[in-house]
C-alpha cells in the first residue's frame, strides 16, 4: 500500500473516532492540552528540581531523593489529577445528557455527599489514623450505600424526576449527618482535619490511593463512554428514544452505577471538588456539537485539563499555605455557574 493511502486510511480512521473535522481538532488540542498539564504537573513543586533531573529520576529511576520526590509523590498526584478530573467531568456530561438539564452534575443525585459523609466518620472514628486505606474505604461505601438508597427511593423503573428528588433527599440527609458529626465532635482537631479534607485536595497522596482508585474510576468512565449511542437518542424524547430501541431501564442503571463508581472514588482519594462536572461540558458542548455522544469523551479530557491546571496552580499560586484543590475549583466555578444562570435567565424572557 502506498504512503498517501496509508495517509487517507489514518484519516477515515480519525473521521470515524471523532465524527466532524472541528470536532476531531478539540479532541487532538485537548489530548495534548492534557500531556502538557500532566508534565507540568510532575515538575511542580518545592523540591525545586530541574527538568532534567526529573525525568531521569522518573525514567531510570538514579538517585534515592529524586526518585521517592518523583515516584512517590508528584507522580501519583498527576495521575490522581488526571483520573479525578476526568471522571467528574465525564459524569458531569452523562448526567447532563440523561436529565436533559444545562444544570445537572454529578453530586445531585447524591453521591458525593454520601461518599464525604463515609470519610467524614472514618476520620471522626479515628479509623483514617489507625489504618491508612480506612479513608477512601469508607467514602467508597458511602457511595455504594448511596446508589442503594437511590435505586430503593427512585425505584428500578423510575424516570428521571424520582432520580433527582431520590438523590436531593439523599444529598440533604448526607449533608444534615455530616453537619451533625462536626458539630459533637469533642475532638477539635479531628473536626479540623474533617474540614480540611472536606474541601479537595490531591496533596500527600501515594500509590496505593492510585492502586485503590483507579480501577473504579476507569470502570465507571468505561460504562459511561457506552451510553453515547443511548444518550443520543434520548435527546429526541424518552419516547422516541424507546421506538429507536434503546432500553432506558439499562440506560439509567448505566448512568447511575457508572457515575457512582466514578464519582465515588474520585471523592474516596481527592474530597470534594466541585464544579468540574458542570462547567466543563458548558465550555465544550458549543466546540463538538449538542451530542452526548461527543460531548462524553471531550468533557473526559477538559476535567483532567480542569483538575491538572487547578493542582498545578494551586502549588504555585501559595505553596506555603496549602491552598485546597475544591476551593480553587469553586473560586472558578462559581462564577461561571452565575453567569450561566444569568444567560438562562435572559433566554427565557
Known sequence: MTGWGRRNEWKIFLRKIFGLRPAMKVFISLSLLVLALFAASLLTGPAGLGLGESLAALVTGKGEALVLVMREIRLPRAILGALVGAALGLSGAAMQGYLRNPLAEPGIIGISSSSSLGAVLALQTGMAAAFPLALPLSALSGAAVAVLLILTLAGPRGGALALILAGIAISALAGAATSLVLNLSPNPFAAMEIVFW????????????????????????????????????????????????????????????????????????????????????????????????????????????????????????????????????????????????????????
Open 198 to 349: 472536606m474541601m479537595g485536595s490531591l496533596a500527600d497522596r501515594s500509590m496505593q490511593h492510585v492502586w485503590l482508585a483507579a480501577p473504579f474510576m476507569l470502570a465507571g468512565m468505561a460504562v459511561l463512554l457506552r451510553l453515547g449511542r443511548g444518550l443520543d437518542a434520548l435527546t429526541l424524547g424518552a419516547d422516541a428514544a424507546a421506538t429507536m430501541g434503546v432500553n432506558l431501564i439499562r440506560l439509567r442503571w448505566g448512568v447511575i452505577l457508572g457515575t457512582a463508581l466514578a464519582v465515588g472514588a474520585s471523592v474516596a482519594v481527592a474530597g470534594a471538588v466541585g464544579f468540574v462536572g458542570l462547567v466543563v461540558p458548558h465550555l465544550l458542548r458549543p466546540l463538538v456539537g449538542a451530542r452526548p455522544s461527543r460531548l462524553l469523551p471531550a468533557a473526559m479530557l477538559g476535567g483532567a485539563a480542569m483538575v491538572l491546571a487547578a493542582d498545578v496552580a494551586v502549588r504555585l499560586i501559595a505553596p506555603d499555605q496549602d491552598l485546597k484543590l475544591g476551593v480553587l475549583t469553586a473560586l472558578i466555578g462559581a462564577p461561571f455557574f452565575l453567569h450561566l444562570i444569568w444567560r438562562l435567565r435572559g433566554d427565557e424572557a
